[in-house]
């Protein structure tokens, strides 16, 4: 109350940052996951234009829409497989997501080998998920699919798949580059000099929305 | 010990029971595909199927389930405005829709 009474007698500007910078914290957790779970909030966001941008041109096309079933399946042991690649890249991932809660969890009971081990596996299973896609973008590019047109229908379906998939993976690849570097900091005694593995848990935040991004992902553009 | 670490030590098994259910999860949703279910039945599937395993990430994997509440609020509640978006988009598709049939394939 006293903080209010003196804020009150200061002019306008100086007001504004008194209140804002009152001796008051809402959220009870360490900054930098507060800080972490609003960006995943405006990436939420983001991500969602994109989907909704991308429902918006399948709603209205005249043309009709290529069947993802086919146009991802793939020649193998003598049969086309529909979405097969889809579907690993999806397993991959989950997988990617268990390791990551399992090296946020050992890095609380302080067992740094773990951790490390875990976040590694973790960052490799994220490099082989971005590796196919970068086989799975070569195909389509290969079979004649551009942002413009593509053989099969609409044309949206090339501007669509590239920019969801794209960004998706940019986020991927940037995942890979910060669990090494956390994995990195775990490793050389860093966050046991700090005097806490919170870091690791706000890394983990990051890797499981990025999981989460493909659940819409897989959902709406590869099985719709 | 900071005060997260005393907030987030939950055992092995439930993250390990979580990955599982999420194999899971995704093998049905697969499995929709590989089926070809058509129609309502698919829809409804992919969506529930979705949702489930966005749930359960969110939930146990990023720990909103033991956050506090004032947390869960200023994340989860803001994303329902983009439901607006969703349905103004969808209702405008379908405008740009008709518009180019009645303009176009006469």
Redesign the interface.
Known sequence: MAHDAQAAALPPLKQVVADYAGDKQ?????WG??MM??F??SD??IF??FL??Y????????ASWPNP?QVFALHLFGQDI??ILI?IM??VL?TS??T???A??YG??RDRQKTVVLLCATAALGATFVGMQAFEWTKLIMEGVRPWGNPWGAPQFGSAFFMITGFHGCHVTAGVIYLLITAKRVGSGFYDRK????TV?VA??YW??V??VW??I??FF??? | MSQAEGQQQHPLTIYLWIWLLLFVLSACSYAVDYFHLQGMLRWTLIIVFMLLKAGFIVAIFMHMAWERLALKFAILLPPLCLLVLIGFMAIEGDYTFITRGTAFLR
């Open positions: 809402a959220f009870q957790v360490p996951k507060a779970w609003i995943l909030l939420t966001f969602t234009c909704t941008g429902m918006n041109v399948r709603v209205s096309t005249m079933s529909p979405l579907a999806t397993f989950i997501s268990g990551m809660a399992l946020v969890n609380y009971r005097g806490t593995y919170e848990e983990g935040l499981h929305f999981d989460l659940v819409f897989f959902a590869y099985l719709w």
